[in-house]
Structure formats: structure tokens, C-alpha cells
């Protein structure tokens, strides 16, 4: 009934890709009942799961390290035959890669800044390197599906950091400390975290980056080595107020700052130094923003790697986040360090598995092929709901449903007004039509552990779908409550 009502509306063409975006909402994927264990993030240290590395007004700043291996799973995306990493013949320009120095000795490394969401208007994100808001593309499509995938099957980790901003927001008073909070909901919220993807490529040989810290754009940051090895090495402390190891005459005949610099032994403890092995396959999620930090890339093997970050659409927020180093700077990275450790410990971080990454990736395929479609119904919709006509869309609900009783209400209300109105034009009747199903076609399902399904739409979900119970931007519900999902959702076509 629902495909005879719009079937009126649009030509045969349309109506088969309706039909497509409608299989794609009426088929969910089959959840994985089992995780495999690789899979599933640890502590780097199970003992001391949080250390401490910069020192900020109140204390060193707090961090969880979780690691985990999947040489399979990157892997796979470093083979993606139409990325950079597989074929070295491409152009690296072609990708947006230009030479970076990363130390002193001016050598440098071949670097590309990407946004990695489908579902953005914009090309435009904050690159923290340059301290610039400038123009970058969307990643290849594995890569894409990868993180889109890991975003959604490691939800509740991201829950508990919301929650935690949210309550830390209440409890405080402070202006600065309640606007920081604000940005960094709205990038969970708006599912932007690992958006911002910064490549990087090493042809092979010796090299050595200078120690440094990352700005709060790496409050949350996922590191992937798709191949070759290198070395990371990090400073770290127990305590809160640990002491720096004294030095004696530690600026004689060295730059300013080395006397942090991990490649500076002197100015640690043995026990203070972590050199972590990254080979093909290694994954790591913490905050470099945190602690003192550096890479040694080893052998003659190129080494591929991405690093995952917030993606600040808003220029003027992010300069105002990522160069501080305060004491609300150190709250808020106490309430990430927290939030990560107890989602290791529930095993509520993961990665997802290579089924479900090419999973996300054939949802990718079919929306990137209704993209441009979508964009003239956006256009034909604002142009309806800015129309003078009484005739309203009900598909697209800007409030909650209502009771049936505040149905009848608004109904006699309507009534007693006895203004007819208005037909729609034939015009707008067809672009109703269009909207609709590229409504449906933006709505993906990637499955989820213990038989949940989630339902993502970043374009439409504040105002088609308000009301069915939204979390961090999308519709979570049970596998029991799809049926009445779509008997909401059948109001698009009705």
C-alpha cells in the first residue's frame, strides 16, 4: 500500500530506488552473537589502568590506554583497491598527501587530512597540525566503513563519556568549564569523534619524531597501523603530583623543552617510559593530548598509519578547546580517562568485525549512489515546509506523536478555523515524493552485539524521526520494537 501511495508521485526509476532504500530497511543484518576476542580492547597496564602525563594547574593529567590487535581487519583496509596504501603507482597528491616535518633535522613524512563521516555537508574541518580549518575529503571506502562501524559497535563507551561530560556540566557551575563541556557533547552527539583522520605514510628507514603533545582534538584518539613498524614511546607517572626526575644542568647545550622530551632518559625513571611495538594490525585508543609522547619508525618497510580525532566543523570552537591546557582541560580529561577504563572492563570496547565493516560499506555504496538525488530533495523540502500552504508533510513530524486525545483536540481546533487548505502543485506533490525515499535510503542498520539494532541518520534524524527515543544522533531500539519503528516510519509514505 505504502509503494502504491508514492508510486503516484515519482517515475518508475524512482520508484525501483525506493523500493531499494525500503529492502534496506526491512532487512536487518544479522547481529554478531559472539565477539572474537581479539577483537575486544585491554589495558596496556591492567595493574595502574590510569596513569598520569602533563602537567596541568591542578595535577598531571589523567589517561586509560587501551590496546588491542586485528591484523586481519587493517589489513583489509590497507588493500582497499581504490585507497592510497595498495597501489603506490597513485599519485599520493590525488589524495590530498603533502610532506610534513615532523623533527628538527627537517625530515619529513607524507601526511593527508580526511573526514571521515558519510553523512556531512561540509569539507571542511579543523586540521590541528597547521591550526587550520581548510577543505579534505572523505577517506577510502574500507577506511569509512571501518569507522562508521566502530563508532556504532562501541556505542556505549561513547554513552558513558556523554554521560559523564553531562553530570560533570551539572555539578559546575563555571562558565568556560560548561561552554568546553558543550563542544565536546556536541561532537559526541553529532558522532564526530574519529571523524577527523589524519594519513600517514613513511617510505622506510630510520627516523625518530621529536616529543610532543597533541592538542584536544586527541582527547579521544584512535591510532591504526595498517603496515610496517614502528615505536612509540610515551612518559608517564603514578601519582598526580609526581615530580619530573631531577637534572642537573639540563639546559646546558640542549633546545628548550627537551628536559620533557621523551627522548630525554634522563628526565624519566625507568619504570616512566613506555615503548610500545606498532606493527601490522596494532590498534590503540587513549589521549595523547595528555602525556608526552613520540614515534621511531624502524626497518625498510613503509609504514601505514591513520590517526583518528574529534572533527571540529566550527572553527571558532575549535580554537578555543585545542591550545588549552587548564584545569577544566584536566576535569574533562578525568572524566574520558574514567569513562574508557570501565568500558574495558565491561568489555564495551571493540572493534567491529570484518563482516560487519563490509556490512557498513555496501549501506556506504547505496547512499553515496542516492547522494546526489538526496541533495535536490533537502532543497525541494526546505522549499516546502518555507511555503505559505496550510497543506502540512505530517511524514516528517517536527514534535513528538501525540496522543490520540491531543489528535482530537488539534483536529476541532482546526475545524472551528474553517480555512480550506491549499492543494499542493503538482511540483511540490512529486517532491514530496523524493524526499521520502531518500529519507528511508539514508536510514542504515549495522548490527550490534546481544541482538540490537541501531539506526543512524545524520541528515534527517532530528526532525524525521524525533521522538523514537534519540541517542548521540541516532534511533536505538530493541529487535523486538522494529515493528512499531516501522509503523512509525510508514507515515513517510503515507
Given at each position: 500500500?505504502?509503494?502504491?501511495?508514492?508510486?503516484?508521485?515519482v517515475?518508475?526509476?524512482?520508484?525501483l530506488?525506493?523500493?531499494?532504500?525500503?529492502?534496506?530497511?526491512?532487512?536487518?543484518?544479522?547481529?554478531?552473537?559472539?565477539?572474537?576476542e581479539?577483537?575486544?580492547?585491554?589495558h596496556?597496564?591492567?595493574?595502574?589502568?590510569?596513569?598520569?602525563?602533563?602537567?596541568?594547574?591542578?595535577?598531571?593529567?589523567?589517561?586509560?590506554?587501551?590496546?588491542?590487535?586485528?591484523?586481519?581487519?587493517?589489513?583489509?583496509?590497507?588493500?582497499?583497491?581504490?585507497?592510497?596504501f595498495?597501489?603506490?603507482?597513485?599519485?599520493?597528491?590525488?589524495?590530498?598527501?603533502?610532506?610534513?616535518?615532523?623533527?628538527?633535522?627537517?625530515?619529513?613524512?607524507w601526511?593527508?587530512?580526511?573526514?571521515?563521516?558519510a553523512?556531512?555537508?561540509?569539507?571542511?574541518?579543523?586540521?590541528?597540525r597547521?591550526?587550520?580549518?581548510?577543505?579534505?575529503?572523505?577517506?577510502?571506502?574500507?577506511?569509512?566503513?571501518?569507522?562508521?562501524?566502530f563508532?556504532q559497535?562501541s556505542?556505549?563507551?561513547?554513552?558513558?563519556?556523554?554521560?559523564?561530560?553531562?553530570?560533570?556540566?551539572?555539578?559546575?557551575?563555571?562558565?568556560?568549564?560548561?561552554?568546553?563541556?558543550?563542544?565536546?557533547?556536541?561532537?559526541?552527539?553529532?558522532?564526530?569523534?574519529f571523524?577527523?583522520?589524519?594519513?600517514?605514510?613513511?617510505q622506510?628507514?630510520?627516523?625518530?619524531?621529536?616529543?610532543?603533545?597533541?592538542?584536544?582534538?586527541?582527547?579521544?584518539?584512535?591510532?591504526?597501523?595498517?603496515?610496517?613498524?614502528?615505536?612509540?614511546?610515551?612518559?608517564?607517572?603514578?601519582?598526580?603530583h609526581?615530580?619530573?626526575?631531577?637534572?642537573?644542568?639540563?639546559?646546558?647545550?640542549?633546545?628548550?623543552?627537551?628536559?620533557?622530551?621523551?627522548?630525554?632518559?634522563?628526565?624519566?625513571?625507568?619504570?616512566?617510559?613506555?615503548?610500545?611495538?606498532?606493527?601490522?594490525?596494532?590498534?590503540?585508543?587513549?589521549?595523547?593530548?595528555?602525556?608526552?609522547?613520540?614515534?621511531?619508525?624502524?626497518?625498510?618497510?613503509?609504514?601505514f598509519?591513520?590517526?583518528?580525532?574529534?572533527?571540529f566543523?566550527?572553527?571558532?570552537?575549535?580554537?578555543?578547546?585545542?591550545?588549552?591546557?587548564?584545569?577544566?582541560?584536566r576535569?574533562?580529561?578525568?572524566?574520558?580517562?574514567?569513562?574508557?577504563?570501565?568500558?574495558?572492563?565491561?568489555?564495551?570496547?571493540?572493534?567491529?568485525?570484518l563482516?560487519?565493516?563490509?556490512?557498513?560499506e555496501?549501506?556506504?555504496?547505496?547512499?553515496?549512489?542516492?547522494?546526489?538525488?538526496?541533495?535536490h530533495?533537502?532543497?525541494a523540502?526546505?522549499?516546502l515546509?518555507?511555503?505559505?500552504?496550510?497543506?502540512?508533510?505530517?511524514?516528517?513530524?517536527?514534535?513528538?506523536?501525540?496522543?490520540?486525545?491531543?489528535?482530537?483536540?488539534?483536529?476541532?481546533?482546526?475545524?472551528r478555523r474553517?480555512?480550506?487548505?491549499?492543494?499542493?502543485?503538482?511540483?511540490?506533490?512529486?517532491?514530496?515524493?523524493?524526499?521520502?525515499?531518500?529519507?528511508?535510503?539514508?536510514i542504515?542498520?549495522?548490527?550490534?552485539?546481544?541482538?540490537?539494532?541501531?539506526?543512524?541518520s545524520?541528515?534527517?534524524?532530528?526532525?524525521?524521526?524525533?521522538?523514537?527515543?534519540?541517542?548521540?544522533?541516532?534511533?536505538?531500539?530493541?529487535?523486538?520494537?522494529?515493528?512499531?519503528?516501522?509503523?512509525r516510519?510508514?507515515?513517510l509514505?503515507a
Amino acid at each position: 500500500m505504502a509503494v502504491r501511495t508514492f508510486g503516484h508521485c515519482v517515475t518508475g526509476s524512482l520508484d525501483l530506488i525506493g523500493i531499494v532504500a525500503i529492502c534496506l530497511i526491512y532487512i536487518p543484518l544479522s547481529a554478531s552473537s559472539s565477539v572474537p576476542e581479539a577483537a575486544v580492547f585491554r589495558h596496556y597496564n591492567k595493574e595502574r589502568p590510569i596513569s598520569y602525563g602533563i602537567q596541568l594547574p591542578e595535577g598531571r593529567a589523567p589517561f586509560a590506554f587501551g590496546h588491542v590487535l586485528a591484523e586481519d581487519l587493517m589489513s583489509y583496509l590497507q588493500e582497499d583497491p581504490h585507497g592510497p596504501f595498495l597501489n603506490q603507482s597513485v599519485p599520493l597528491v590525488k589524495w590530498g598527501f603533502e610532506e610534513d616535518t615532523i623533527n628538527e633535522e627537517l625530515e619529513s613524512i607524507w601526511k593527508a587530512d580526511w573526514h571521515a563521516t558519510a553523512f556531512w555537508g561540509t569539507s571542511k574541518i579543523f586540521v590541528p597540525r597547521v591550526d587550520k580549518f581548510l577543505p579534505s575529503r572523505q577517506p577510502p571506502l574500507r577506511i569509512l566503513a571501518f569507522l562508521e562501524a566502530f563508532r556504532q559497535v562501541s556505542g556505549r563507551a561513547w554513552s558513558r563519556i556523554l554521560d559523564g561530560l553531562q553530570s560533570l556540566s551539572r555539578s559546575d557551575e563555571e562558565l568556560e568549564l560548561k561552554e568546553i563541556v558543550r563542544i565536546f557533547c556536541k561532537s559526541l552527539r553529532e558522532q564526530s569523534h574519529f571523524c577527523g583522520v589524519e594519513a600517514q605514510i613513511w617510505q622506510g628507514g630510520q627516523l625518530v619524531m621529536d616529543s610532543h603533545t597533541d592538542g584536544a582534538t586527541s582527547l579521544l584518539h584512535l591510532s591504526l597501523t595498517l603496515g610496517g613498524h614502528r615505536t612509540l614511546r610515551i612518559g608517564h607517572f603514578k601519582e598526580r603530583h609526581s615530580p619530573y626526575r631531577p637534572q642537573d644542568n639540563r639546559r646546558r647545550g640542549r633546545p628548550p623543552g627537551d628536559e620533557v622530551s621523551v627522548w630525554n632518559e634522563a628526565a624519566y625513571a625507568q619504570d616512566e617510559l613506555w615503548d610500545i611495538p606498532q606493527s601490522t594490525g596494532s590498534v590503540y585508543l587513549t589521549s595523547p593530548f595528555c602525556f608526552e609522547h613520540g614515534v621511531r619508525y624502524e626497518g625498510d618497510a613503509p609504514v601505514f598509519a591513520l590517526q583518528c580525532r574529534f572533527a571540529f566543523a566550527n572553527f571558532s570552537e575549535a580554537q578555543l578547546v585545542n591550545g588549552q591546557r587548564t584545569g577544566n582541560m584536566r576535569r574533562v580529561a578525568e572524566v574520558v580517562s574514567d569513562a574508557l577504563v570501565t568500558a574495558v572492563d565491561k568489555i564495551e570496547l571493540r572493534l567491529p568485525t570484518l563482516e560487519e565493516v563490509r556490512a557498513v560499506e555496501e549501506q556506504l555504496i547505496i547512499n553515496e549512489q542516492l547522494r546526489p538525488v538526496a541533495q535536490h530533495a533537502m532543497h525541494a523540502l526546505q522549499a516546502l515546509n518555507s511555503s505559505n500552504t496550510k497543506a502540512r508533510w505530517h511524514g516528517l513530524p517536527s514534535t513528538p506523536m501525540v496522543t490520540k486525545k491531543e489528535r482530537r483536540r488539534r483536529r476541532r481546533r482546526r475545524r472551528r478555523r474553517r480555512r480550506p487548505a491549499r492543494s499542493l502543485s503538482r511540483e511540490q506533490d512529486t517532491s514530496r515524493g523524493i524526499a521520502r525515499i531518500i529519507i528511508c535510503a539514508h536510514i542504515k542498520i549495522v548490527p550490534l552485539e546481544r541482538g540490537r539494532q541501531l539506526w543512524c541518520s545524520q541528515e534527517f534524524v532530528p526532525s524525521c524521526l524525533h521522538g523514537c527515543g534519540t541517542s548521540l544522533g541516532a534511533i536505538a531500539l530493541d529487535v523486538q520494537g522494529l515493528s512499531q519503528c516501522f509503523r512509525r516510519c510508514a507515515l513517510l509514505f503515507a
